[in-house]
């Protein structure tokens, strides 16, 4: 085998690897919220479809592969078709560029625990996190439906709202980082994470990731009280299903990228490094489920105004503080 097929086949094997990952956790995950969000409300959760429920994934996988497609009269046919796909594609490709582990030897060379190792994986992931807000706009606008195109609006005005705070809350760690590397960017925290020097861009890249994920207490556009489901209204089926998966394809995406960006990516002590940072990962599913089981959600107004005006002009002030800081320094 030549040296072009062994990269070759490297590139195409941690593909798979990662690509079976994503799925498999995004799967479990579902289970687990509905466990946790049982237990926190004092009942029982899915418990049928295998021991302890734990089948539960693949019946619910099952149930929406079987179930009908439907279109909407007057949609337009292929954008509708179209936008379940932009909203789960873009969170796959991000995973591309995250280091979930230092350099390892195999066949002789030194091959990156990551797809590619580019050298702006931060511009990389904030350029795909936008594109997904098309999957939002085209799957509202193209199903012919108050409920959806309402929805969508308003997933496009906080995604897009909140792409501002997330992308000035990381301008601090490119500061601290000097690349916008992701393996450099955990490299730099091999001493010290970069929460103990940043814990509001920590807060605010918290908070940003919360909107753009669109969960509790920022899911107005799928409020069910108001738009039945919002911009995935008229979706049944598997379609309907890209559109779930992607939601919690999302989560441990950007979970991983704040692990990444704040809490020192792999590096921890004893446990192997791949190890530390699937623990971070899931502690930030943790978190993303015990806020939709405690918090009610915001009004439109108060989102935006929080968004604009209190997390915009603090994500600023961060920036200066932390340029000051760097120079004061040396």
């Known amino acids: 085998m030549t040296i072009d097929l062994i990269d070759i086949a490297l590139v195409a094997g941690k593909i798979g690897l990662i690509f079976l990952v994503i799925l498999g956790l995004a799967a479990y995950l579902v289970l687990a919220e509905r466990k946790l969000l049982a237990y926190i409300q004092e009942r029982l959760g899915p418990n049928r479809a295998g021991p302890w429920g734990m089948l539960q994934p693949l019946a619910d996988g099952?149930?929406?592969?079987?179930?009908?497609?439907?279109?909407?009269?007057?949609?337009?046919?292929?954008?509708?078709?179209?936008?379940?796909?932009?909203?789960?594609?873009?969170?796959?490709?991000?995973?591309?560029?995250?280091?979930?582990?230092?350099?390892?030897?195999?066949?002789?060379?030194?091959?990156?625990?990551q797809v590619v190792?580019?050298?702006?994986?931060?511009?990389?992931?904030?350029?795909?996190?936008?594109?997904?807000?098309y999957g939002v706009a085209l799957g509202g606008?193209?199903?012919?439906?108050?409920?959806?195109?309402?929805?969508?609006?308003?997933?496009?005005?906080?995604?897009?709202?909140?792409?501002?705070?997330?992308?000035?809350s990381l301008v601090p760690?490119?500061?601290?980082a000097r690349s916008f590397q992701l393996s450099e960017i955990v490299a730099a925290q091999q001493s010290c994470w970069f929460i103990v020097y940043q814990p509001l861009a920590f807060i605010i890249f918290l908070i940003s990731i919360f909107a753009e994920c669109k969960r509790i207490p920022f899911d107005l556009p799928e409020a069910e009280g108001e738009l039945v489901a919002g911009?995935?209204?008229?979706?049944?089926?598997?379609?309907?299903?890209?559109?779930?998966?992607g939601e919690y394809i999302n989560v441990i995406v950007l979970g991983g990228l704040a692990a990444t960006f704040f809490l020192g990516g792999w590096h921890g002590?004893?446990?192997?490094?791949?190890?530390?940072?699937?623990?971070?990962?899931?502690?930030?599913?943790f978190l993303f489920i015990w806020v939709r089981g405690t918090l009610p959600r915001l009004r439109y107004d108060q989102l935006m105004h929080f968004g604009w005006k209190v997390l915009t002009p603090l994500?600023?002030?961060?920036?200066?503080?932390?340029?000051?800081?760097?120079?004061?320094?040396?």
């Open 315 to 330: 994500a600023l002030v961060n920036i200066l503080a932390t340029g000051w800081f760097i120079v004061l320094k040396g």
């Open 141 to 168: 606008w193209a199903s012919n439906s108050k409920y959806a195109l309402l929805g969508s609006i308003r997933g496009l005005a906080q995604l897009i709202s909140y792409e501002i705070t997330m992308g000035l």
């Open 62 to 113: 099952i149930k929406l592969i079987t179930k009908e497609d439907v279109k909407p009269a007057g949609a337009d046919k292929w954008l509708f078709y179209l936008a379940p796909a932009m909203a789960a594609i873009p969170a796959i490709m991000i995973f591309a560029v995250i280091p979930f582990g230092p350099p390892i030897t195999l066949f002789g060379r030194e091959v990156g625990q």
């Open 117 to 133: 190792d580019i050298n702006v994986g931060l511009l990389f992931f904030i350029a795909f996190s936008s594109i997904a807000v």
């Open 269 to 285: 002590p004893l446990l192997p490094p791949v190890v530390w940072f699937l623990i971070k990962v899931l502690a930030f599913a």
């Open 231 to 245: 911009f995935h209204t008229e979706y049944s089926g598997l379609r309907f299903g890209l559109f779930f998966v």
């Open 173 to 176: 760690v490119v500061m601290l």
